[in-house]
């Protein structure tokens, strides 16, 4: 399915055996001889049972242009209903990975997971428990989950408006400190002149984060 999507922006549903029908925005860059990146992207919370269909294509929409310089295949899902750390989330999230992976030519270097406010905090969660699948996490005002232990093995950019109305910046922070001292390769990027629900305005520090990764990779 993913592999006969050409260059574009695609609103799609994907069946899937784990778990039943998924709605996904999946952005296929320009055909090119070398494989590409792959982007996990989580979107943010939502009002309701279940998310508005394709919000994250919405949320890819505000921080496509922080993406853009990765030339990566993007996959925004929505949610089953409820939180990224819920386990139907979670196997849907990973089995639509594991299914770009087959069908496309991935770089397997350069695999990201990121997310926005609760899409964040799923970036933690699955991203913890699935660093053999990916090789690095960019949670963005994310709360963390109360599972989320001091190992990582891979690099993490964690970006954090300082005025966040909504999600603890002094825990966000901490946490990072404490990946930092147990060796982890974690950046706290602390963000000054930003609320919460600014959403598109976090691009331009994604756009910081990917070239750090880059870096990294």
């Known amino acids: 399915m993913f592999a006969s999507l050409p260059c574009g922006t695609h609103r799609i549903t994907v069946d899937l055996v784990e778990v039943g029908p998924v709605l996904v925005t999946v952005d296929v860059p320009a055909k090119s001889a ?30 496509r242009p922080g993406l853009a310089s990765l030339g ?16 139907n989330n979670e196997t849907a999230a990973i089995a639509l990975v594991n299914r770009a992976i087959a069908e496309c030519r991935i770089d397997p270097r350069k695999r990201l997971i990121t997310g926005f406010s609760r899409g964040g ?18 949670p963005i005002a994310a709360p963390i989950p109360a599972e989320s232990g001091p190992d990582w093995s891979i690099p993490v950019y964690a970006i954090h408006a300082e005025k966040d109305e909504v999600v603890s910046y002094r825990a966000a922070k901490e946490h990072v400190e404490n990946l930092r001292a147990n060796g982890a390769r974690a950046v706290f990027r602390s963000v000054p002149d930003l609320t919460h629900y600014q959403t598109a305005a976090y691009a331009r520090y994604l ?10 990779w």
């Open 72 to 87: 990566a295949i993007i996959i925004a899902p929505d949610s089953l209903g409820g939180r990224w750390t819920e386990a």
């Open 34 to 63: 070398d494989p590409s990146p792959l982007v996990l992207a989580l979107h943010y919370a939502f009002v309701g049972s279940r998310p508005d269909p394709f919000t994250g294509g919405r949320m890819l929409d505000a921080l």
């Open 121 to 138: 905090e799923g970036t933690w969660h699955i991203g913890g428990r699935h660093q053999n699948l990916f090789t690095g996490a960019i």
């Open 207 to 216: 756009a910081e984060g990917i070239a750090w990764l880059q870096s990294e």
